[in-house]
T-cell receptor, first 115, second 108 residues
Framework: DARVTQTPRHKVTEMGQEVTMRCQPI?????VFWYRQTMMQGLELLAY????????DSGMPKDRFSAEMPDATLATLKIQPSEPRDSAVYFC?????????????FGQGTRLTVV | ELKVEQNPLFLSMQEGKNYTIYCNYS?????LYWYRQDPGKSLESLFV?????AVKQEGRLMASLDTKARLSTLHITAAVHDLSATYFC????????FGKGTRLHILP
């Protein structure tokens, strides 16, 4: 069945290392969102793409985070260098806005721990 | 800037009782979603509300949307333990912005 696939599911890394998270959106969806979830801040929108073009990345710390969509089947979120405060669950979601009765569907998330 | 506010943020209630979660938002959007999240899990879509006056029901949950008041409600009828989870409302204004979530704990 159609689903959003995220890899890896869990990642433990040392401070200063590069982290890359990947997302395969549902086939046919034209919009991809990246969210970060923490207890303190809840679900924060980091960036989103439509038809592979970045529309808004104002939620991301620009100096260390970057998001790309090299093709329609892959979205990536990179952190370089990583810091302990980046520890969170990162969710990717895909959808087709303005189509009747559709919503964003979420992947299982990547749980990142930076030590 | 689009803001989405939910209340209450925490709710502990007994089985069999009724309660309502409120979601206020700051834009003129008429697309609003409710999601459920279980601990350690992803978000699961519950309802899609697309117009003023929209009402959707699934089992003991009913969601409604008043775009004039910029308010959505999620009503729980005769709560059961299985409904314990965190519930999020989200508003679409090109991007999708989430409220802080309501952590619902239903006591047996």
């Amino acid at each position: 069945d159609a689903r959003v696939t995220q890899t890896p599911r869990h990642k433990v890394t040392e401070m200063g290392q590069e982290v890359t998270m990947r997302c395969q959106p549902i086939l046919g969806h034209n919009t991809v969102f990246w969210y970060r979830q923490t207890m303190m801040q809840g679900l924060e929108l980091l960036a989103y793409f439509r038809n592979r073009a970045p529309l808004d990345d104002s939620g991301m710390p620009k100096d260390r985070f970057s998001a790309e969509m090299p093709d329609a089947t892959l979205a990536t979120l990179k952190i370089q260098p990583s810091e302990p405060r980046d520890s969170a669950v990162y969710f990717c979601a895909s959808g087709f806005p303005y189509r009747v009765n559709t919503e964003a569907f979420f992947g299982q998330g990547t749980r990142l721990t930076v030590v | 800037e689009l803001k989405v506010e939910q209340n209450p943020l925490f709710l502990s209630m007994q089985e069999g009782k009724n309660y309502t979660i409120y979601c206020n938002y700051s834009t003129t959007s008429d697309r609003l979603y409710w999601y459920r999240q279980d601990p350690g899990k992803s978000l699961e879509s519950l309802f899609v509300l697309l117009s003023n006056g929209a009402v959707k029901q699934e089992g003991r949950l009913m969601a409604s949307l008043d775009t004039k008041a910029r308010l959505s409600t999620l009503h729980i009828t005769a709560a059961v333990h299985d409904l314990s989870a965190t519930y999020f409302c989200a508003v679409e204004d090109d991007k999708i912005i989430f409220g802080k979530g309501t952590r619902l704990h239903i006591l047996p």
